[in-house]
């Protein structure tokens, strides 16, 4: 799929957003799998993403794995949607998909919003109000998915269990350290890495039970409006997984702003979380690996942002040299 023409985001505003004067639209920035406009209606910016064909230019790997890993699409964006307005979770009110032949999905973040970065400790990246309280809101707006539980992981979609996310998982970090002959801190440790990995699979105890998470959390996909309210955005891959996997991506690389004892109180709360420690150790491997190596393909594509994906690989790769020897 290509990019659209102002033409047909025109057509599908107007029908979506009734007594509404598009003012301009502008493509700002075209992701992995979306495209983000910024459009003035009626003399109001609004930032708009539209779902395109992901391109390679990530670095994800393309398999059944990853898709159920990462669950995307259309239909579990509206049960991601339907579900967190039932749990009260804030997402932005102009949110809607077309209906005609075009099939242009959208998403329009706030009118007006403050976005957080991932990151601290890097010049580029400005740290907007990551104090302990508005942490430890984030974490318990992320909390309040943990009383929700099914025996089977995957999408919102899947009706039994079709998959195994430990093995999914392994089958892809074995993949990206197979592809990553030209990225020394992986090629050179693959053999310890993919024993480790291995060892680890083999020491999980099957579960029957997997606890509902974000799958794609980070700091830059919460917003808040002016009064200070939080808002959930890129929700589309919500579904049932190991909790381990997403706690992995809180504290991976250790410079996350949610790497914070505040988060993690808020995140917490009153429940008792059974977190397998084994578990978690794999997964953390695994994010490094992945980050390792998607941060390495942006860098050798992407002249801009050089300084703070050096640092996420720097971090990564530390950490990885540490997790190996656990």
């Known amino acids: 799929m290509t990019s659209f023409t102002n033409g047909q985001i025109e057509a599908v505003l107007y029908r ?172 050179n440790n693959r053999n310890a890495l993919i024993n480790k990995l291995t060892n680890l699979a083999k020491e999980i105890k099957p579960r029957n039970y997997y606890t509902l998470i974000h799958s794609d959390f980070k700091p830059d996909n919460i917003r808040f409006d002016l009064d200070g309210n939080m808002f959930w955005i890129d929700f589309e891959s919500i579904q049932f997984f190991d909790i381990e996997y997403e706690i992995s991506q809180f504290i991976v690389p250790e410079f996350m702003i949610t790497n914070c004892e505040s988060f993690f109180k808020g995140y917490n709360g009153n429940r008792n979380l059974e977190i397998d420690e084994t578990r978690l150790l794999f997964y953390r491997l695994y994010r490094c690996i992945s980050q390792i190596y998607s941060c390495t393909i942006s860098l050798e594509e992407n002249d801009k942002n050089i300084a703070p994906l050096q640092y996420i690989i720097e971090s990564n790769v530390k950490t990885l040299n540490t997790l190996i020897v656990i």
């Not at 799998?33 to 790997?61: M, R």
């Not at 039932?86 to 997402?91: A, K, M």
């Open 16 to 187: 979506n957003c009734k007594n509404s004067k598009v003012n301009s639209i502008k493509r700002i920035f075209g992701g992995y799998s979306k495209y983000t406009y910024e459009v003035h209606l009626n003399k109001k910016p609004h930032i708009f993403q539209v779902w395109k064909e992901p391109d390679n230019t990530s670095g994800a790997i393309d398999s059944l794995e990853n898709k159920h890993v990462y669950p995307e699409g259309i239909e579990n964006f509206i049960k991601a949607k339907n579900l967190l307005r039932n749990l009260r979770i804030r997402i932005p009110e102009i949110i809607f998909i077309d209906s005609t032949k075009e099939h242009i999905p959208f998403d329009c973040t706030l009118t007006q919003f403050i976005e957080l970065d991932s990151y601290t400790g890097i010049d580029s990246h400005k740290k907007k109000g990551t104090d302990k309280e508005l942490l430890f809101a984030m974490g318990s707006s992320f909390g309040i998915l943990k009383d929700t539980v099914r025996s089977y992981p995957g999408a919102l979609s899947y009706t039994e269990n079709l998959f195994d996310p430990v093995k999914s998982i392994l089958t892809l970090a074995i993949e990206y350290i197979k592809i990553s002959s030209r990225i020394e801190s992986i090629w």
